[in-house]
Nanobody, 119 residues
Framework: QVQLVESGGGLVQAGGSLRLSCAVS???????WGWYRQAPGKQRELVAT???????NYADSVKVRFTISRDNAKNTLYLQMNSLKPEDTAVYYC??????????????WGQGTQVTVSS
């Protein structure tokens, strides 16, 4: 069974830091990992992605401040968020573009974790 379980969200003051984690299981192969976020009243947007080869991509709004990484041995994805701003407040979702053990390839999502940045 495919599972993506996020953790690490919470309330932090502007300028602070948080690290999100996403534990992944049930995949045969993960081609690309990613973090997305959705603020109230807005569409879900890309935050950062990392491919199986390690190439990363970031939204302009988070470049320099956020770092995406993964631990293949632990099947865990991370998002280190520094210098947080109130506009970073959103539900953050872990994503995997992957193939499960039934050879089904597609986008898989976690349940989301709330990040709230106070001013």
């Amino acid at each position: 069974q495919v599972q993506l379980v996020e953790s690490g969200g919470g309330l932090v003051q502007a300028g602070g830091s948080l690290r999100l984690s996403c534990a992944v299981s049930g995949f045969r192969k993960i081609n690309r990992w990613g973090w997305y976020r959705q603020a109230p009243g807005k569409q879900r947007e890309l935050v950062a992605t990392i491919t199986s080869s390690g190439s990363t991509n970031y939204a302009d709004s988070v470049k320099v401040r956020f770092t995406i990484s993964r631990d293949n041995a632990k099947n865990t994805l991370y998002l280190q968020m520094n210098s947080l701003k109130p506009e970073d407040t959103a539900v953050y979702y872990c994503n995997a573009f992957a193939t499960n053990w039934y050879q089904l390839t597609g986008d898989y999502w976690g349940q989301g974790t709330q990040v709230t940045v106070s001013s």
